[in-house]
């Protein structure tokens, strides 16, 4: 039976250097992680598939590779609202966390629409960047029907008009929300194209690494192209 000590035990084992400064580059702290890859902590997941009450401790030690491997373990719909809220404050530091694992969790709750616009308000740069990804999240997966298509392009609005003044991540994943609307409801391509077009290349500060920010116009052209738009996701995680 594995336990919490013997996954971080098999995390620290899997870390490397290498994998720690690219970590760093992306602002994790190197206290936090131990530098375990993307693939060894999908290898790791597959072994402890289901096991809730351990992927919620992984999460709770504040180890980043730990807290990722949670968000590829629980089951988002089995988490009440006090730990989803803290998985959204515990993520200082984290964008892989705060813009990934927090939103794949969140997006499988029944209240996932309600968290995501809490969230989008608050000041806290990380929770104000989970809340637009939980949007996303949702526009991606759910049935068009479920949407609140009035508010979705509403925020729409909210973006062309307040992007330039929000925070850094804000900033980034703000212009992936108009994205994420362009490339799945159909309904609002031509709303999404709209705002594409206003809020133009975003700046972003990536840091001391190779990220780019997608400018909105080219990846919902390159969509719409392939005849794309509308098609929904199961997941979000990856």
């Known amino acids: 039976m594995h336990t919490l000590e013997s996954i971080m035990a098999k995390l620290k084992a899997l ?79 984290m964008t892989m966390i705060s813009e990934y694992v927090v939103p794949w969790v969140t997006v499988e709750n029944p209240l996932a629409r309600e968290l995501a616009v809490e969230w989008m308000k608050s000041k806290e740069e990380r929770v104000a960047s989970s809340g637009w990804c939980t949007y996303s999240g949702r526009v991606a997966t759910q049935p068009d029907a479920a949407l609140d298509l009035a508010e979705v392009e509403q925020l729409l609005g909210t973006v062309a008009s307040r992007i330039s003044e929000a925070q850094n991540r804000v900033r980034y994943t703000m212009n992936g929300f108009v994205i994420a609307v362009g490339t799945y409801v ?28 997608p400018l909105a116009t080219a990846s919902i052209a390159k969509i719409e192209a392939a005849g794309r738009v509308g098609l929904k996701r199961k997941t979000i995680r990856c």
């Open 186 to 213: 159909k309904p609002l391509l031509k709303q999404a194209k709209a705002a594409a077009k206003q809020i133009g290349a975003v700046s972003v500060d990536v840091g001391d690494t190779a990220c780019k920010v």
């Open 15 to 93: 870390g490397s250097e290498k994998t720690r400064r690219t970590y760093a580059r992306h602002g994790i702290p190197a206290e936090r992680t131990f530098g375990v890859s993307v693939a060894g902590l999908k290898a790791i997941a597959k072994t402890i598939k289901g096991q809730q009450v351990l992927a919620c401790q992984l999460y709770q030690t504040g180890n980043m590779d730990a807290m990722y491997l949670a968000g590829l373990v629980a089951d988002g719909s089995k988490l009440n609202k006090q730990q989803l809220q803290e998985w959204a404050d515990g993520t200082a530091g």
